[in-house]
């Protein structure tokens, strides 16, 4: 698959989430919505480093196995990365969802302005 299919899905998916953010008024569907941004870079950071990690092998022939190895996993590493603060942020802003609900009967965010009684 050519690089610029790949970096067009991530545009089309942070374009999707960032309009779900914008527009959804149920904080659980923005916090869906920020899920696929999320997706959205991940796939750009595996896709960069999928495309990137050749040309530099390219350019030094003479590297050794860690080398190259660092070299091509980089943007698995990130995705792992932004995985974990993805799966932390949900598991945060659900248990805040929760607190929200319990305290003013609604997850609407217009309705949750201030976190007061």
């Given at each position: 698959?050519m690089?610029?299919?790949?970096?067009v899905?991530s545009?089309v998916?942070f374009?999707?989430?960032l309009?779900?953010v914008?527009?959804?008024r149920?904080?659980?569907?923005?916090?869906?919505a920020?899920?696929?941004m999320f997706?959205?870079v991940?796939?750009?950071?595996?896709?960069?480093?999928?495309?990137v990690?050749p040309?530099?092998l390219?350019?030094?022939?003479a590297?050794?196995?860690?080398?190259v190895?660092?070299m091509?996993?980089?943007?698995?590493v990130f995705?792992?990365?932004?995985i974990?603060?993805?799966?932390?942020?949900?598991?945060?802003?659900?248990?805040?969802?929760?607190?929200v609900?319990?305290?003013?009967g609604t997850?609407?965010?217009?309705?949750?302005?201030?976190?007061?009684r």
């Amino acid at each position: 698959m050519m690089p610029e299919r790949l970096l067009v899905l991530s545009a089309v998916l942070f374009s999707i989430g960032l309009y779900g953010v914008l527009t959804r008024r149920n904080a659980v569907s923005v916090l869906m919505a920020i899920e696929i941004m999320f997706n959205g870079v991940i796939i750009a950071a595996i896709a960069v480093s999928r495309y990137v990690a050749p040309a530099a092998l390219r350019a030094n022939p003479a590297a050794t196995g860690d080398a190259v190895v660092q070299m091509v996993l980089t943007g698995q590493v990130f995705a792992i990365f932004i995985i974990t603060v993805a799966a932390a942020e949900v598991a945060l802003g659900l248990a805040i969802v929760i607190a929200v609900y319990r305290a003013r009967g609604t997850v609407d965010v217009t309705e949750v302005n201030l976190l007061r009684r």
